[in-house]
């Protein structure tokens, strides 16, 4: 309990902290052309196994045509998994959650459509407030209201819209993002990907993340590639095992159930002298997280999802 609480507040304060530098104009959208299908997809795939433990079904529509839009991908990201993220939490057991893509006129549209709690007509406006917890909702959620907040001022800062809609309590709602297109002539800028250099033979890494899932599919990438891999899911595990593994490369979830990963690292290089490649692996990638890392420690911070190649790119440097 006290680690899922600590997870949770970590969370809400990283929402803070974008809120409060929207507030004070410090956020800079980096800009570029965007595939928003590729980006959906990816944020369905990412959510899915949120929605296997209330059963609920995910369904989407995502055409075929490519739409673009010139945009930040990291605040797209967070705009979509927090509308996805409270679709989940107000729609009960085995509801039924969808997204859709689609063109109007100059605008891609994106609708986040549930069959969940609901709204009544004279909420639409509030729920976008900071802190505003406008639901009447008895499923024991937790959070500060801020997770729209914070897509509704993203949103305005890529000269978009979001709205809400709903026919009323426990009739669904439906969040419609409209985003401008990107110019009919914008396309991503295709880097030609040189062949990836294959990983030092025998390389020994060890993974430190809860996340079993997770860390079942990296093995078996990592394993693939003539790697040694050990896996822990607690930080007192991974203490046992490193001095008999002896790991060239640590991969640590920051969010551990025991202790978070910024000790861990400073209790790793207390004991184990060894030449190893400390890399962070959090949820969190605003310059705050990453300094703390640096401080920590670490060599690298990656976000999660880990990004295989650049993964590789990282273990590469290791010879």
């Known amino acids: 309990m006290m680690a899922n609480n600590v997870k949770l507040i970590s969370s809400l304060l990283d929402d803070l902290l974008d809120l409060t530098r929207i507030e004070r104009g410090k956020i800079k959208l980096k800009k570029e052309i965007i595939l928003l299908n590729e980006i959906l997809t990816d944020a369905l795939e990412s959510f899915k196994p949120k929605t296997l433990d209330k059963k609920q079904k995910l369904g989407f529509d995502i055409p075929v045509e490519n739409i673009y839009v010139n945009g930040d991908r990291t605040r797209l990201e967070q705009i979509l998994n927090n509308l996805l993220i409270n679709a989940h ?7 039924r959650i969808k997204a859709v893509l689609e063109k109007n006129d100059d605008f891609a549209v994106i609708k986040i459509q549930d069959n969940g709690i609901g709204l009544e007509k004279d909420k639409f406006v509030k729920i976008f407030d900071p802190f505003e917890q406008v639901t009447t ?3 024991n959620e937790t959070g500060l209201g801020i997770g729209l907040s914070l897509v509704h001022k993203f949103v305005k800062l890529h000269d978009g819209e979001i709205k809400v809609d709903s026919k009323g309590t426990n009739k669904g709602t439906t969040f419609t993002l409209m985003l401008p297109l990107a110019e009919n002539d914008a396309r991503p800028k295709v880097i030609k990907k040189q062949a990836q250099k294959p990983l030092k033979n025998s390389l020994r890494v060890m993974i430190i993340d809860d996340n079993k899932d997770a860390v079942r599919g990296l093995k078996s990438i990592l394993e693939k590639e003539n790697c040694h891999v050990n896996a822990a899911y607690r930080g007192a595990t991974a203490l046992k095992k490193i001095d008999k593994f002896k790991p060239e490369a640590l991969i640590i979830d920051i969010g551990l159930p ?3 990963g910024y000790d861990l690292v400073k209790k790793i290089k207390n004991r184990y002298q060894n030449n190893v490649l400390y890399i962070a692996v959090t949820g969190y990638g605003h310059e705050d997280a990453q300094k703390q890392s640096k401080k920590a420690g670490f060599d690298y911070h990656l976000n999660k999802p880990v990004k295989i190649d650049t993964l590789f790119e990282i273990l ?4």
Not at 89 to 95: L, R, V, Y
Not at 316 to 319: E, G, L, P, V
């Open 89 to 95: 939490k107000f729609t009960p057991e085995k509801g």
């Open 137 to 139: 909702s008895k499923m």
């Open 258 to 260: 025991d202790i978070s």
């Open 316 to 319: 590469n440097t290791i010879s």
